[in-house]
């Protein structure tokens, strides 16, 4: 059985395209509120609060919201227009908990918070719920707090070591914990473990992805939706180099004042003398070798970063291409040959920028380091292509661009193109925001109309969060269709 998520709830109208509240609300990307007079099947009588009535088709049942006012999100589509219920915070929620019950029913659950607030959350990030679905995302869970909850007593008295237990999955490490008596460096990893959260969220991501459920996906994860970017991690990967790049060269030179000391001493064991300064030299040009590796990584890196100050085109395609290409060199660890010290620290930034990699091949998100003038910033991009029109073979693209700045906070941009149409929605932090994109909307125009676009509708929302694009799971998951409430 597959539930699908909130943007599928939909409302498709009936003869309401003469009505002009309904055209409004359209032409400029707002909300409307309706009561439901009558409910029929899936015929659905609706009354404006402009007094006007029309008829629409759902595709849930409303009979349980009779009499009530529902929030409904204006959609055009292009044959009729979809009308989407609001869900968190309206009397819709009363259909969801009404669906979660029979599913828990229909599952033979038992009906307690936990099983409905584990489907609730599978609905949103568009998982199927079925029994082994929730067999296994349960038993990680449950695995998960049983990890995070032991003490360090409880730790000491098991026999030995787990193998690879950065990788292996959480259930399974709990098998070896109770029914081997091993597992005596999950210790090293217990602060982790307690500190990761929302766990639940992060564990339906990583199945839903299909990702191990492993100790190192969890951190990884957890690290990148508190805000760890691809900017600080580059910055991370660079200082593990130049801290290996040193220590080898203090190593050289340590060697160097030692055998010269040595030829002082005795300066009648030339030949030996000489012999030393020989392997001196094949030492420096092995060490020049090693750091091959590790300049083309920072080769990589270097070409990530975009500097807008001398190239006001990012090519995302070239961004994509690079960030694989750093991914595969940071992966043949055994050419990289790094210090002891510093495999732990290069084994855990790899992983996360693997993840992050995953995500981006995953959903078309981007992360994007860039330079102008004396700033350094971030920007993420997500990107969505739909066929709307599989006869003629049309596509609508939509991107959206979150981009932090230093005086007008988070600035979030939704454009859409469809039919020659380029419809943008700037989602800024207030009114005074807002009125400063007011006044430069012509230049805007100007720009794109000077491109070839010559049909643009711009509209603007006062956001009403200020989250970058990745601590979202659940926008992210289901791409587009949490925007409007988003912003």
């Known amino acids: 059985m597959r539930i699908s998520g909130y943007s599928d709830f939909n409302l498709r109208t009936i003869g309401a395209k003469g009505n002009k509240q309904i055209n409004d609300a359209v032409k400029n990307n707002e909300s ?26 759902s595709n849930i049942p409303l009979e349980n919201l009779l009499g009530e006012q529902v929030n409904f999100k204006v959609l055009n589509s292009d044959k009729n227009i979809v009308l989407q219920p609001q869900i968190e915070g309206t009397a819709l929620e009363k259909e969801l908990d009404a669906k979660i019950n029979n599913l828990v029913s229909d599952l033979k659950l038992p009906n307690n918070e936990e099983n409905k607030s584990l489907i609730k959350e599978m609905i949103k990030q568009n998982i199927p719920v079925n029994v082994k679905n929730l067999k296994i995302i349960k038993d990680n869970i449950g695995s998960f707090n049983i990890l995070s909850r032991l003490t360090k ?35 090293d990893f217990l602060k982790d473990l307690k500190n990761i959260g929302p766990k639940e969220k992060n564990i339906l991501f990583l199945f839903k992805n299909k990702f191990e459920i492993n100790i190192d996906n969890m951190k990884t994860l957890d690290s990148l939706l508190k805000g760890e970017k691809l900017d600080d991690i580059l910055k991370e990967i660079n200082n593990i180099l130049d801290e290996d790049i040193s220590s080898n060269k203090s190593l050289v030179e340590n060697t160097q004042e030692n055998k010269l000391e040595n030829v002082k001493e005795d300066i009648l064991k030339l030949k030996t003398a000489k012999d030393e300064v020989t392997k001196l030299d094949t030492e420096k040009e092995v060490i020049k070798t090693e750091n ?11 070409s990530i970063v975009q500097n807008l100050n001398t190239d006001k085109k990012v090519d995302v395609e070239k961004i994509k291409q690079n960030m694989d290409s750093l991914v595969k060199t ?42 102008y003038k004396e700033y350094k910033n971030l920007a993420e991009i997500l990107l969505s292509e739909q066929t709307k029109d599989k006869k003629n073979n049309k596509k609508s693209i939509s991107i959206l661009i979150s981009l932090d700045t230093h005086n007008l906070s988070r600035i979030d941009t939704m454009l859409n ?62 791409k587009f269709s949490n925007f409007n409430m988003w912003v």
Do not use: R, W
Request: charged share 30%.
């Open 32 to 57: 409307v509120t309706g009561k439901i007079l009558d409910v029929k099947s899936n015929a659905v009588k609706i009354l404006l609060q402009n007094g006007k009535e029309f008829m629409a088709n």
């Open 153 to 187: 007593e409880e730790v000491e008295i098991l026999n030995k070591n787990i193998e690879n237990i950065e990788t292996k999955e959480m259930k399974e490490i709990v098998k070896d914990i109770y029914i081997n008596k091993e597992g005596k460096n999950i210790l």
């Open 292 to 302: 091959s590796p590790k300049e083309d990584i920072k080769k990589i890196i270097k």
């Open 330 to 371: 940071l992966n043949i660890q055994n050419e990289i040959k790094l210090g002891e010290s510093l495999k732990g620290e290069f084994h855990e930034v790899n992983q996360k920028l693997e993840l992050l990699n995953d995500i981006s091949n995953e959903y078309m998100y981007f992360q994007i380091p860039f330079e």
């Open 417 to 478: 193109y469809y039919n020659e149409d380029l419809n943008i929605v700037f989602g800024l932090k207030d009114e005074k925001t807002k009125n400063m994109f007011v006044k430069n909307e012509k230049k805007l125009i100007g720009v794109l109309k000077s491109i070839g676009i010559n049909n643009i509708h711009i509209n603007y929302k006062i956001k009403t969060e200020n989250e970058p694009i990745l601590n979202n799971i659940e926008y992210i998951n289901n």
